[in-house]
């Protein structure tokens, strides 16, 4: 009988992995594909050079005043002499660290709620709730432990811009899963609530909403009863994102199958419980995507606010392009300010892939 020597596997040629591969994987995997990949680079190679000659190369980037823009480039020097009105619109220069603190307190907070193996995460949390803003609220207002008094009139810039996002979030998001859950409700009435508050807020532009609640509210309040103008939009924001929050989390909801409910009241679970520890943490992890998506669009949302003279970081910047001493910075401007609302929706974007690697369950091949 012949005996066979087993060898070892040969490697794949290299045209098939590494950098090779993958170009011809993903870029030239037919000619269709090759012909429009070749046309993309042309294009990249007749726009790139220039946008980094504009920006880089050819932009002045020292100076105070529109007389140092002598390059023919970008003047970035706009950006620098304004840059901390962009940030903190109108608060007092020499009241910024309050701010910074602030953001410095709740960026550490959020770093240990996501950081692993950290013990006592419900505690921090809790913290972060229903401690930390009004501690956040003391150090931009003031007037206690002896810290001058800065109205929200003087609020503006990306402060503003991260404070009416990051309110909104955290307010919309319970708000959505109480409708969600109370549009599935067996109970007539509740579910007719939630249905007609969900199909009000979302037929509605969120700039009708922000002009409602700053401009027409006030002539339905009584004498002498008052908001301020910045908490009106927080409630409208968060009145209208919580809607459209419901809606993704029903479609978790409804992505759920009929056994795992089943499997909670076979345990003599309630409701609440069955709801709290079975159904809504698979049902929230199902809609990690749409959750981020509706957040994301809550950020860029928050331009808005500029119809009821609240100064964001868009606003600001739009305001610094109409003074006189730097008239034609249209594009820098723009530039700058689409710069940083794209790192942050890029920011988040990633970590909600992140969210998504981490409590997947399913098991892949």
Not at 258 to 285: C, D, H, N, T, W
Not at 326 to 331: A, E, I, K, S, Y
Request: charged fraction near 15%.
């Amino acid at each position: 009988m012949d005996t066979f020597e087993k060898h070892p596997d040969l490697p794949p040629p290299v045209s098939e992995v590494g950098v090779i591969g993958w170009l011809r994987k993903n870029l030239f995997s037919s000619p269709s594909n090759s012909v429009m990949t070749i046309a993309a680079l042309y294009l990249l190679y007749l726009a790139i050079p220039p946008v980094i000659k504009w920006a880089f190369i050819d932009a002045d980037w020292v100076g105070n005043t529109r007389a140092a823009c002598t390059s023919g480039g970008a003047c970035w020097v706009f950006v620098g002499a304004r840059f901390e009105q962009f940030m903190f619109g109108f608060y007092p220069q020499a009241e910024h660290w309050r701010v910074l603190l602030t953001w410095g307190i709740f960026a550490g907070l959020i770093g240990l709620l996501i950081a692993p193996r950290i013990p006592g995460k419900i505690w921090i949390g809790s913290f972060t709730l229903f401690v930390f803003p009004f501690i956040a609220y003391n150090l931009f207002h003031g007037g206690v432990f002896g810290l001058p008094v800065v109205t929200t009139s003087q609020w503006g810039g990306l402060m503003l811009t991260l404070i009416l996002s990051t309110v909104g979030i955290v307010c919309a998001l319970p708000l959505g899963i109480l409708l969600a859950l109370g549009r599935r409700s067996k109970m007539p009435i509740l579910k007719s609530v939630c249905v007609s508050y969900i199909e009000l807020w979302r037929g509605v532009p969120l700039i009708t909403v922000l002009f409602m609640a700053s401009v027409m509210l006030p002539l339905f309040l009584p004498q002498g009863v008052d908001f301020n103008k910045l908490l009106r939009a927080l409630v409208g924001i968060a009145l209208f994102q919580g809607a459209y929050v419901a809606e993704v989390v029903r479609g978790g909801l409804q992505a759920i199958p009929k056994g795992q409910f089943e499997a909670a009241s076979s345990l003599g679970l309630s409701y609440a419980k069955s709801m709290v520890l079975i159904v809504l943490p698979q049902a929230l992890k199902m809609v990690i995507p749409g959750l981020v998506v509706t957040f994301i669009e809550l950020f860029k949302d928050t331009t808005l606010v500029s119809i009821i003279s609240l100064l964001d970081l868009l606003g600001i910047v739009q305001a610094g392009l109409t003074d006189p001493k730097w008239l034609g910075m249209t594009v820098e401007g723009y530039v700058f300010a689409g710069l940083f609302y794209w790192a942050f929706c890029f920011g988040i974007s990633r970590y909600s892939l992140h969210l998504e690697r981490r409590f997947e369950t399913g098991h892949k091949r």
